[in-house]
C-alpha cells in the first residue's frame, strides 16, 4: 500500500476542502477503500477520515412521510431498525443480502453507494483497464467476462456495479444529499451512477470533495411495503456477490397492480432501473403472463458483452421470481436466506425450499 | 508524521505511538501488542479469521485503519475466558469439536460471540449459519460450529426462562 496522508477533520467544510485536493479520498469504514489501497488499485496521497463528522449517523422520520438516513449509518442497523425494514422491507432484505455480518457492521450507506466494480480485471493490476488507467484498454473484454455487463455497457468498460443497497434505492427514487464547494445538492440514487460510455473511470455524478451526507427515500416508497422483495442469485448461498439481483414492488389494489418499481442488479455498470418494465404492469392482474412481459421488456435492450448470454434469460426468471414473490406478500419475517431465490413462496414461512 | 492513539483492549488501556497511518487494527494488535490469537488470514476481508469486537460489534480487523479507530473499546479471543474459565462460547466450540486446526478459531468464535450479541439467528440453524457466513473454516468443522452455536443460544434461553421464573 502507498503511504497517505491522513486528516480527520471535525466539520464537513473541514472535509470539503481537505479532499477537494488532488488525490484525496474520504474514508468512512474503508470495508471497500482499503482493500483496493492493499491491491494498489487505488492509491490516493491522502485519506479524509469522515467517521467523526457529527450529525451524519441518524436515521430520522420526515414529516412529509419520507426517511433521511445519514451517510456514516452502518449497513446492519439499518437493515435492523424496525421501522425501516417493516416500511421498506426490499431495501432490508438487500442489505441483509450483502457482505458478511462482519462488514454489514462496519459499511456506511455512504460508502455502499460509492463501491467500486468487482471486476477481476479492475482489481488485477497487472491488467489492462479503462476504469483505473484510462486509456489501457480492456482485458475483460476479451477475457473471463461470464459475469460482466449485458445492459448499459461499452466497448470501453464491460463492468457491473456490485451493490445490493442501490437496486432496491432506484426502484424506490432515493436521493442522495450531498455537500460540496458550492454548497447542498441533491441527486437522484438513478442519476448519481454513469455509464461508462468512452470515460468509465468516471464513475459518478460526483465533483472533486463531493460528500454524500444523506439518503432520503420519499414518502410513496413505503406504499409498496406489502409486496416488496429483492432477489439474489449467487454462486453460492451467502457472502457472495450477485449474478443478477432483482427487486420488485408492487402496489395491489383490488387485485389490480396500480403502480410497480423493478429494478436490476448485477447487469448493468449501474443500478438498473426498468422504467419500461414497470409501464407493462400498471392496471394489470398479477398473473404469469404479465410477470414474463413484464420481465422481457426489462431485457428488451440487453445483449451480451461476452461469454454472459445466459445472464439475459437469467435476470427474467429472477425478475419473474421477484414479482411472483411479492405479489403473494412481503414475508411477516426476514428469510433466513436473505435475498435467496430457495426460499419458499409462504409469508409465514420463509424458510428454504431444499435440504440443507 | 507521528499519530498518538488510545484504545482499550480488553479491558486495558493502551496508548499507542504509529509513525505509520497504514497500520490495520489487525496488524496493531498482533505486532504492536503482541496479542496474536487474532489471525491474519486473507487480509483483504474474505476470511474472517481476523474478526474482534469493535465497541460490541464483531468487524473485520484488517479492512480497519488503526488510527481510525483511535478511543475504541476492542475485544480479542485473549479477552473473553474469565482466566481460567472459558467463555461459554469457547467450552461449547469444545464439546462441539468446532474446529480441527483451530486457525480460524479465534475469529469463528469471536464472530459467534457477536451473532449472539445481536440477537438475530435465535435457535434457528439456518440463521446461525448464515450469520457465520463471514469466517472460512478450511477444514470445514461447520456443522460443528453450527451445533457450538446454537448450544449456547439454548443455554442463554434457559438461563433467561429461570431468572424470569
Excluded at chain 1, 482493500?35 to 487505488?42: C, Q, R
Excluded at chain 1, 432506484?170 to 445538492?185: F, M
Aim: hydrophobic residues 40%.
Amino acid at each position: 500500500m502507498k503511504t497517505f496522508d491522513y486528516v480527520r477533520p471535525t466539520t464537513i467544510a473541514d472535509a470539503i476542502a481537505a479532499a477537494a485536493e488532488p488525490g484525496a479520498a474520504y474514508l468512512a469504514s474503508g470495508t471497500n477503500l482499503l482493500d483496493l489501497m492493499k491491491g494498489g488499485v487505488t492509491r490516493p496521497n491522502r485519506l479524509v477520515d469522515v467517521t467523526r463528522l457529527p450529525g451524519l449517523d441518524r436515521i430520522e422520520r420526515l414529516a412529509d412521510g419520507g426517511i433521511r438516513i445519514g451517510a456514516l449509518v452502518r449497513n446492519a442497523d439499518l437493515a435492523h431498525d424496525p421501522d425501516f425494514a417493516k416500511s421498506y422491507p426490499a431495501v432490508a432484505e438487500a442489505l441483509l443480502s450483502g457482505a458478511s455480518a462482519q462488514l454489514r457492521n462496519a459499511a456506511t450507506v455512504g460508502g455502499n453507494l460509492l463501491q467500486r466494480t468487482r471486476c477481476g480485471y479492475f482489481y488485477d493490476i497487472a491488467s489492462a483497464c479503462n476504469k483505473r488507467e484510462p486509456g489501457a484498454g480492456c482485458d475483460a473484454r476479451n477475457g473471463e467476462n461470464r459475469l460482466h455487463a449485458v445492459l448499459g455497457w461499452s466497448e470501453a468498460c464491460i463492468a457491473t456495479h456490485p451493490s445490493d443497497f442501490c437496486v432496491p434505492l432506484v426502484a424506490l427514487d432515493a436521493v442522495a444529499e450531498i455537500e460540496g464547494r458550492t454548497g447542498r445538492r441533491e441527486v437522484a440514487v438513478e442519476a448519481l451512477h454513469r455509464l461508462p460510455g468512452d470515460t468509465p473511470e468516471q464513475e459518478s455524478a460526483l465533483e472533486p470533495g463531493d460528500l454524500i451526507v444523506a439518503l432520503r427515500l420519499p414518502s410513496d416508497a413505503r406504499t409498496f411495503s406489502a409486496h416488496a422483495r429483492y432477489l439474489k442469485v449467487r454462486e453460492r448461498t451467502s457472502y457472495a456477490f450477485a449474478i443478477v439481483s432483482a427487486t420488485a414492488g408492487l402496489r395491489i389494489e383490488q387485485g389490480t397492480i396500480r403502480d410497480a418499481r423493478l429494478a436490476l442488479g448485477g447487469v448493468a455498470p449501474k443500478p438498473w432501473r426498468a422504467h419500461q418494465a414497470e409501464e407493462t404492469l400498471a392496471g394489470a392482474s398479477p398473473t404469469p403472463a404479465a410477470f414474463r412481459r413484464a420481465a422481457e421488456a426489462a431485457l428488451a435492450d440487453a445483449k451480451p458483452s461476452g461469454d454472459n448470454r445466459f445472464k439475459i434469460e437469467l435476470a427474467q426468471r429472477i425478475l419473474v421470481r421477484a414479482l411472483t414473490l411479492a405479489a403473494a406478500g412481503t414475508p411477516e419475517r426476514m428469510p433466513a436466506l436473505p435475498a435467496s431465490p430457495f426460499s419458499s413462496v409462504s409469508r409465514s414461512d420463509p424458510g428454504v425450499i431444499y435440504e440443507a | 508524521m507521528n499519530f498518538s492513539i488510545s484504545l482499550t483492549v480488553n479491558g486495558v488501556r493502551r496508548d499507542v505511538e504509529l509513525e505509520d497511518p497504514r497500520v490495520t487494527l489487525l496488524d496493531l494488535l498482533r505486532e504492536r501488542l503482541h496479542l496474536t490469537g487474532t489471525k491474519k488470514g486473507c487480509d483483504r476481508g474474505q476470511c474472517g479469521a481476523c474478526t474482534v469486537l469493535v465497541d460490541g460489534r464483531r468487524i473485520n480487523s484488517c479492512l480497519a485503519l488503526a488510527v481510525s479507530h483511535d478511543g475504541a473499546d476492542i475485544l480479542t479471543i485473549e479477552g473473553v475466558a474469565r482466566g481460567d474459565q472459558l467463555h461459554p462460547v469457547q467450552a461449547a466450540f469444545i464439546a462441539h469439536d468446532g474446529f480441527q486446526c483451530g486457525f480460524c478459531t479465534p475469529g469463528q468464535i469471536m464472530s459467534a460471540i457477536g451473532l449472539i450479541g445481536e440477537g438475530q439467528a435465535g435457535d434457528d440453524p439456518e440463521r446461525v449459519r448464515e450469520g457465520m457466513s463471514g469466517n472460512l473454516c478450511r477444514c470445514g468443522a461447520y456443522s460443528g460450529i453450527t451445533d457450538a452455536v446454537l448450544d449456547v443460544q439454548q443455554g442463554l434461553v434457559e438461563a433467561d426462562r429461570r431468572r424470569s421464573a
